[in-house]
Structures are given as C-alpha cells and as structure tokens.
C-alpha cells in the first residue's frame, strides 16, 4: 500500500531527469569570465563527452576564450538543464529559452521507419551515410555523360569507412574548385546541401542551363558531400549532437574536430589540445585521415596537371559568408608587423566574393547572410578555409555556415533542406563565376 506514492515520486523525478538538457538558452553579451563558468556546468543528459553542457554557439567553447582580447561574448547558445539556469541566476544572466525541445526537433529530422524513400523526393528528407553514397552513384549513373566521375573513396576513416566524392564538369584547362560537406557530424544541412547543388550543377549542365553549363566547361568540381562519415554515422546511431570524427584518443575519450585539424596556423587560437573537447585539434596537423584525405587529394590533382583555384568548406548554423582568415582577428597585426589589420592580401577581392554571394542568396530567398572575417564570429585556427586559401591559385578559400540563425540550430527541419539548397547554389554559382573571371 506504502508503495504507490513513492513510485509516483520516483516516476516523476525520472520525467523531470528525462527533460534535463533538452532545451537550448541564449545568452547575450557575456562576460568571458561568466561564459566559462557557464560552458562548466554539469549536464549529465546533454550527451556531450565531459559530461559538460553542450555549447552550440560559439560552437565548442569549452575552456578557452574564443575570443582572444575579448571581455565579453557577444551570443552564447547553450543546451543544458536546471543545473546551467541555476548557474545563470547566480551569475545574474538572463536566460532566454531558444530552443524548448531538442529531442523532439531531432526526432522530427528522421522519416519513419516505415517510410519509403520514393514517396518523397531525395532532397524532401536527411538521409543515412549509406543513402546519400548510393544517390551519389545514381547521379553518376544518371549524368555520366556530362563528364561526371564517381570517386568511390578519397581515403578511409578510422572506422574503416570511405569517403566517397563525385567530379563534375569537363574542363580542357584543367581548373577545379573544391567543395566540402559534413565535416562537423551534427550539421545535417551541410551534406543535404551538398547534395542538392551536386544534383542541380548536373542536371542544369546536361540541359544546357546557363551560367551552369558554361561554368562547367571552365571549372571542374569536386565535391566531398561528406567529409565526416564516422561522425555523421554517429549522429544516426547514437548521439545526434556529435561533432568531431570518430578518433579513439589516448585518455579513452573519442574524437578530434576536423575543422582544426589542417596545417595552416594549427594549435593556436580557438583550439583546444584537451582530447575531449569538442574542439580538440588532434596530436598534430593532418594527425586524421579525413583531413589528411584532402591533403593528398590536393596533392594528387596537383600532380596530375590540375589548378585547383579555390574552394568552400559548407557548416551550419549562423547564415554565415566566412571569409580568411580564421586564424587571426582583423584588428590585430600579423605576425611581424607593427600595426593591423592582419588581412590577406587579396582581401578587397574575397570581400568581394562575399558580397555577391551574399546578394545571390538574398535574391533568391529574401534570407540575409552575414559576410565577414571567420575569426570575427571566433577565432579558431587549423580550419578547412584558411588552408584551402594557403592551397589555392587564387588563394581563395571561404566558410559557409547555412540555416539557420539558431531557432532550430543543429536540428533545421527537413522541409528547409530545398530552400537552403536553391539559396545555396545562386550563392555557389556567382562564386563559380568569380572563380571564373580569376582565371589566368
Ligand atoms: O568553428 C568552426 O569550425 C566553424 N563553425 S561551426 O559552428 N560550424 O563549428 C567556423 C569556422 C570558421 N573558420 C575558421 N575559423 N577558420
Ligand atoms: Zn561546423
């Protein structure tokens, strides 16, 4: 008889646990004193590797400031439990709820199970690594005759997985421009996207559509929808919120954030040498075989006679146009110089190309992207961008962070997959023009 109000009471701590960590907060203008404490707190349903709450924006701040100099952070995006409010009313923040149910938006990304892929066009859904690998071989099959070429693997993971890419276009002259998705596990709408441009480049290309079909014949591309497929299969499997690669690190946590794993300015700011950050720079530049994929990947095109002019690296979330560099804020000097900005030195142009991808995108869908310096959002060194600029024959190389500004964050509904992708192909079709116009 005694028993029944105590499993009421258990039964309703249990629902109360089962909430923990399920919404995100905002936080504007944060001391960086308080937005450390607040990156501290506890948060055991949050899935993240520490047992720390989950910081979405600025993505990874765990122990160090992102924003070197800085006293203060301008947003801060947090998903966490009773435990962070609790922290906030001692620091005297205001928590604003920006996201009231994360599990339920995820959950809302996944078709049903008894769902047939047919029913709905590719692009209407996310899809599993394997998914998207076999739609990449039909786009082969389907547009061979445009010159597209299947690339099965660029190089295998540390599970074991390839990481398969696609070529398009048929240039005489042998220029390329890269494009890369999925390097961050979570970000869904980077590969969705990816596949979306790919399809649409091909399909414009054997129609004859202009500009598509004339970019074309001027500029291969070579696209990688998934740089990440250890991680990306993860966020399937097990923890929607996983970031990094599936690497075992030597303290028996998991994982090194590819976005600070290339050989430009690696380890210094934004970067963290703790293994289970969500931010760790891995035990040197290039140390995983994805980042390492697209070094011989350069390397090899290179070698074959191959100008590779510029390139994209697509994320998510902040409708963000990221320019060079990332390594280092505008308003500081570069090394050896006495006075800033530290910019480099084709800057008026890659602001340029920011700029008019920026009007592409806000003809097309009326949504306005930010175009600024990638360390302006934070400083973090090792990024894909930067070292694809330092790779580049135009020494071009830019950040794209798609939907959307932080309403859904990491869990942008499937129905905003076709938008995003139109938006982005305008953008990604001036940007292919300007290559274009660069050309020797
Ligand atoms: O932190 C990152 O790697 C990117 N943001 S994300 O939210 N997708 O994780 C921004 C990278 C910008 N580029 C450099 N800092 N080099
Ligand atoms: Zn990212």
């Known amino acids: 008889m005694s028993r029944a109000p105590v499993m009421g009471a258990t039964l309703l701590l249990l629902a109360v646990l089962a909430d923990a960590g399920n919404v995100v907060y905002s936080f504007t203008d944060v001391a960086a004193a308080h937005a450390a404490k607040l990156a501290e707190v506890r948060c055991a349903a949050c899935g993240t590797e520490d047992g720390k709450v989950d910081v979405w924006h600025p993505d990874g701040f765990s122990r160090e400031s992102v924003h070197p100099g800085s006293t203060s952070i301008r947003l801060l995006e947090i998903r966490g439990g009773d435990e962070l409010l609790q922290m906030a009313r001692e620091l005297g923040l205001t928590a604003r709820i920006k996201l009231g149910d994360v599990r339920g938006a ?17 692009h209407d859904e996310y899809h599993t690594m394997s998914e998207i690998a076999s739609q990449m071989y039909s786009y082969y099959q389907q547009y061979v005759g445009t010159g597209v070429e299947y690339v099965d693997s660029i190089g295998s993971t540390n599970d074991g997985a390839a990481i398969p890419a696609l070529r398009l276009g048929r240039s005489t002259r042998k220029n390329m421009v890269f494009l890369q998705c999925g390097a961050h596990a979570r970000e869904w709408i980077s590969p969705a996207t990816c596949m979306y441009v790919v399809e649409k480049l091909l399909s414009d290309q054997q129609s004859g559509r202009e500009p598509a079909a004339t970019l074309l014949n001027a500029v291969e591309v070579f696209v990688v929808p998934v740089l990440n497929p250890d991680g990306y299969r993860y966020t399937w499997s097990t923890n929607r919120m996983w970031r990094k690669n599936r690497r075992s690190n030597a303290d028996g946590s998991f994982g090194v954030d590819l976005n600070r ?21 891995g035990t040197g530049p290039f140390s995983e075989p994805e980042t390492r994929a697209v070094e011989r990947l350069f390397a090899d095109y290179k070698a074959a006679g191959y100008r590779i002019q510029a390139g994209i690296d697509v994320h998510a979330y902040g409708q963000l146009i990221l320019r060079p560099y990332g390594w280092i804020l505008p308003t500081e000097p570069c090394p050896g110089e006495s006075s800033p900005p530290c910019v480099p030195p084709n800057e008026h142009i890659l602001a340029r190309f920011g700029e008019d991808m920026k009007s592409a995108i806000r003809e097309e869908s009326g949504k306005v992207y930010t175009s600024e ?62 290559v274009v116009d660069g050309l020797e």
Not at 106 to 114: E, F, G, L, M
Request: glycine fraction near 12%; proline fraction near 5%.
């Open 106 to 122: 995820a959950a809302k990304q996944v078709p049903p199970a008894n769902h047939t892929a047919s029913a709905r066009g590719f």
């Open 261 to 281: 794993n290339y050989d430009d300015h690696w380890g210094r700011c934004g970067s963290s040498a703790v293994p289970s950050s969500d931010t760790y720079r």
């Open 373 to 434: 310096h990638a360390a302006e959002l934070y400083c973090a060194a090792g990024g894909a961008d930067d070292w694809i600029a330092t790779e580049t024959m135009q020494a071009n190389g830019f950040c794209l962070e798609l939907r959307d500004t932080g309403n859904y964050g990491f869990v942008l509904p499937a129905s905003e997959i076709v938008p995003t992708g139109q938006e982005i192909y305008k953008a990604l079709l001036s940007y292919l023009g300007g």
